[in-house]
């Protein structure tokens, strides 16, 4: 796989114990890359899948469209994003927060297709999350020069659960940072297909993703020059 060897040559922090490759005898050896002792890159986890999600991403986008959401301090993020599932993670000036509807047309968030469902457990329980079962999936899209600076992840209630990130189409640098918002940040290249699962206590370190460069990839001609990542998580 093209990208296993990229990724283990990128220098990142191994800062994994030896112990949590136990959880992996089952997997092939590049199929598993402890991040943290909580997180683990899945490299080309959603392969088999992206069929299935490709045609579910246009009905939920279709349903509730991709937006740029505006941060408590004003700023609108360049990266467009939509939810599906029971809740949905919002912003706007008054602060962020989990909703159970869509606050531009009012209606439920779209429910989380059953191939999203599927994936996120599947990837969950490889990493040695078992029964994972989110009730949000927050969906972000990036253009070229699109970007998320470094923030914790700590509206959810239930920290215990693991989160599950898949990435399609453009490749990114995803930044892996601590616990304080000064430590510095690894930098992971994550590829179409590839899944990280982060729990434990790597949930709440601070996390980013560098501007987005244009690049090929293999969606191209169907998704054209984007990146789409999938975000599931425990939120209630
Ligand atoms: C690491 N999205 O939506 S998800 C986000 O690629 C977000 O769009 C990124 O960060 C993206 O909030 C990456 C990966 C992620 C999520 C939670 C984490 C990484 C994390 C919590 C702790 C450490
Ligand atoms: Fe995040």
Same mark, same amino acid.
């Given at each position: 796989?093209? #990208?296993t060897a990229a990724a283990t040559d990128s220098g990142r922090a191994h800062t994994g114990g030896s112990s949590s490759l136990s959880l992996f005898d089952d997997l092939p050896r590049e199929a598993r890359e402890p991040l943290g002792p909580g997180a683990f890159v899945l490299p080309g986890f959603a392969l088999p899948f992206v069929n299935e999600l490709l045609p579910a991403i246009d009905a939920v986008a279709g349903r509730a469209p991709f937006r740029h959401?505006?941060?408590p301090g004003g700023f609108t993020m360049s990266v467009a994003l939509t939810n599906c599932g029971a809740l949905g993670w919002t912003? !706007?000036?008054r602060g962020y927060r989990?909703? &159970?509807? !869509? %606050? !531009?047309?009012?209606l439920p968030w779209p429910p989380m297709p059953a191939s999203f469902a599927r994936l996120a457990r599947e990837a969950a329980g490889a990493a040695g999350f078992e029964n994972?079962? %989110? !009730? &949000?999936?927050?969906? #972000?899209?990036? &253009? %070229?020069? &699109?970007?998320l600076s470094l923030h914790q992840d700590k509206d959810e209630r239930d920290h215990g659960a693991p989160i599950v990130s898949v990435s399609l189409g453009m490749p990114a640098v995803f930044l892996f940072g601590g616990l304080a918002r000064g430590d510095k940040a690894a930098r992971v290249p994550l590829a179409h297909g590839d899944v990280?699962?982060?729990?434990?206590?790597?949930?709440?370190r601070y996390h980013g993703v560098l501007p987005l460069k244009e690049a090929p990839h293999p969606l191209l001609s169907q998704l054209g020059p984007i990146r789409i990542n999938l975000t599931f998580r425990k939120a209630a």
């Open positions: 796989m093209k #990208n959401l505006v941060t912003s !706007d000036r989990y909703s &159970a509807t !869509d %606050p !531009d047309t009012g994972f079962a %989110p !009730d &949000a999936c927050l969906v #972000n899209r990036y &253009a %070229p020069g &699109a970007r990280v699962v982060w729990g434990g206590e790597d949930r709440l």
